[in-house]
């Protein structure tokens, strides 16, 4: 790639300030985040302990309740199952026999309360599908413009799609964690095999996979399962990091993810894991405290084009990493992120670059974030990344970067 000129006086900061507030810029999105290490000695008078769930509910996800929930959509069992096919949403699903429709290590079921439209609901030319009219797929302008009905102003746009849930275990185990190696890579087969069947689907534009893990992160349940949400729209938040990926990608030749982890390998004072082609670090300019991103030195930017081989080894370092965030702060919500190359963003694939975030929810957003929409972070990155590090430590002495 060519050489860059100097970075600003804005951008020059030493590498590892350990005290003084400073601002930094995610070279990936474009925000800037800003770092107040001291914020974190402040008194507060409404710190609590983790929330508990306030009442005791029969849990939909076990064993024996599956008639609590809508019909299985996928579901995964160890070994090899001979399965039958039935029609859902317009397109032919693979299930297990219906005679052993008990017996599931991975279920993965509509959700019952969709935050979207069920596609299944709508005609094609509502779904906002590239048979409608001109509008391209991921291209929420046109779809608003068929559903406007107050002017320019105030648009509206029905967002079609899928709301799925992924129960992980038939038992009601709380955390990823508990889960052995065999149980953990069916729930990322169920990621890919469901990602891919939406990202099939013509109207789909945005696919955002996330595991929500205690109250404070956004869950209801406690038993262990993600969801999935397809829609129609492309949000524009993820459309504005994409365009900012392929221009990257067309001045330099290179997609921006894999050097940030040439540079991150360098450096190593954010590295948590090395091994093979498998890294976890935490980003320069994370925009919440130990926030942690594992992906591959091995380009490719779409998660769901990932062998089976490769998702054991990637349920392995996730596994992993749940735990280092369970053991440095026991009890605490936190949430999981799946990116991927959405289906509605068009460009050369080697821009983009599949990635999971995980990050404990440790502060809350208060006045100035929502005024500034600028984040502050109590915690730089690289003294989250030592702690995680020690974690691996301990879990093998002989553990090196």
Same mark, same amino acid.
């Given at each position: 790639?060519?050489?860059?000129?100097?970075?600003?006086?804005?951008?020059?900061?030493?590498?590892?300030?350990?005290?003084? @507030?400073?601002?930094?810029?995610?070279?990936?999105?474009?925000?800037?985040?800003?770092?107040?290490?001291?914020?974190?000695?402040? /008194?507060?008078?409404?710190?609590?302990?983790?929330?508990?769930?306030?009442?005791?509910?029969?849990?939909?996800?076990? =064993?024996?309740?599956?008639?609590?929930?809508?019909?299985?959509? +996928?579901?995964?069992?160890?070994?090899? %199952? $001979?399965?039958?096919?039935?029609? +859902?949403?317009?397109?032919?699903?693979?299930?297990?026999?219906?005679?052993? %429709?008990? *017996?599931?290590?991975? =279920?993965?079921?509509?959700?019952?309360?969709?935050?979207?439209?069920?596609? @299944?609901?709508?005609?094609?030319?509502?779904?906002? @599908?590239?048979?409608?009219?001109?509008?391209?797929?991921? &291209?929420?302008?046109?779809?608003?413009?068929?559903?406007?009905?107050?002017?320019?102003? !105030?648009?509206?746009?029905?967002?079609?799609?899928?709301?799925?849930?992924?129960?992980?275990?038939?038992?009601?185990?709380?955390?990823?964690?508990?889960? &052995?190696?065999?149980?953990?890579?069916?729930?990322?087969?169920?990621?890919? &095999?469901?990602?891919? !069947?939406?990202?099939?689907?013509?109207? #789909?534009?945005?696919?955002?996979?996330?595991?929500?893990?205690?109250?404070?992160?956004?869950? @209801?349940?406690?038993?262990?399962?993600?969801?999935?949400?397809?829609?129609?729209?492309?949000?524009?938040?993820?459309?504005?990091?994409?365009?900012?990926?392929?221009?990257?990608?067309?001045?330099?030749?290179? %997609?921006?993810?894999?050097?940030?982890?040439?540079? *991150?390998?360098?450096?190593?004072?954010?590295?948590?894991?090395?091994?093979?082609?498998?890294?976890?670090?935490?980003?320069?300019?994370?925009?919440?405290?130990?926030?942690?991103?594992?992906?591959?030195?091995?380009?490719?930017?779409? !998660?769901?084009?990932?062998?089976?081989?490769?998702?054991?080894?990637?349920?392995?370092?996730?596994?992993?990493?749940?735990?280092?965030?369970?053991?440095?702060?026991?009890?605490?919500?936190?949430?999981?992120?799946?990116?991927? =190359?959405?289906?509605?963003? =068009?460009?050369?694939?080697?821009?983009?670059?599949?990635?999971?975030?995980?990050?404990?929810?440790?502060?809350?957003?208060?006045?100035?974030?929502?005024?500034?929409?600028?984040? #502050?972070?109590?915690?730089?990155?690289?003294?989250?990344?030592?702690?995680?590090?020690?974690?691996? $430590?301990?879990?093998? /002495?002989? !553990?090196?970067?």
């Amino acid at each position: 790639p060519p050489a860059r000129g100097p970075a600003s006086a804005s951008e020059s900061i030493a590498p590892h300030a350990t005290s003084r @507030s400073e601002s930094r810029r995610d070279p990936i999105t474009g925000d800037w985040t800003l770092f107040a290490p001291n914020r974190g000695a402040r /008194p507060n008078e409404f710190k609590d302990d983790p929330v508990q769930p306030s009442v005791e509910v029969e849990c939909p996800f076990c =064993r024996g309740q599956e008639s609590l929930t809508p019909n299985s959509v +996928w579901i995964g069992l160890p070994g090899q %199952c $001979e399965g039958e096919y039935e029609t +859902w949403a317009g397109a032919q699903i693979k299930l297990a026999p219906r005679a052993k %429709c008990q *017996e599931w290590s991975v =279920r993965v079921v509509p959700n019952l309360f969709p935050a979207v439209v069920p596609v @299944s609901e709508v005609g094609s030319t509502q779904a906002g @599908s590239t048979q409608a009219g001109s509008t391209q797929r991921g &291209d929420p302008a046109g779809a608003m413009s068929r559903h406007e009905a107050t002017g320019n102003l !105030f648009r509206r746009a029905l967002v079609t799609g899928g709301h799925e849930v992924v129960i992980e275990s038939p038992d009601h185990v709380r955390s990823f964690t508990q889960l &052995d190696l065999t149980e953990a890579t069916l729930v990322l087969l169920a990621y890919r &095999d469901r990602i891919r !069947f939406w990202r099939e689907q013509p109207s #789909i534009s945005y696919i955002s996979v996330f595991k929500n893990v205690g109250g404070d992160a956004g869950a @209801s349940l406690q038993h262990s399962h993600s969801q999935l949400i397809a829609t129609n729209q492309l949000p524009g938040s993820v459309r504005s990091i994409c365009d900012n990926l392929l221009r990257h990608h067309a001045q330099t030749g290179c %997609c921006m993810q894999c050097d940030i982890l040439r540079a *991150e390998l360098r450096d190593k004072s954010r590295l948590v894991y090395h091994a093979d082609d498998l890294v976890a670090y935490c980003p320069f300019a994370s925009r919440l405290p130990m926030l942690m991103r594992l992906t591959s030195t091995q380009h490719l930017d779409c !998660f769901e084009d990932l062998d089976d081989s490769k998702l054991e080894n990637v349920a392995r370092l996730f596994k992993r990493a749940v735990a280092w965030v369970e053991r440095l702060h026991p009890g605490v919500s936190y949430n999981c992120l799946l990116h991927t =190359r959405p289906p509605g963003v =068009r460009g050369d694939a080697d821009a983009l670059h599949w990635s999971i975030d995980i990050f404990p929810r440790l502060t809350r957003v208060a006045g100035f974030e929502w005024s500034s929409r600028t984040m #502050i972070n109590p915690v730089l990155p690289e003294n989250a990344a030592q702690q995680y590090r020690s974690c691996a $430590e301990r879990e093998d /002495p002989r !553990f090196t970067l």
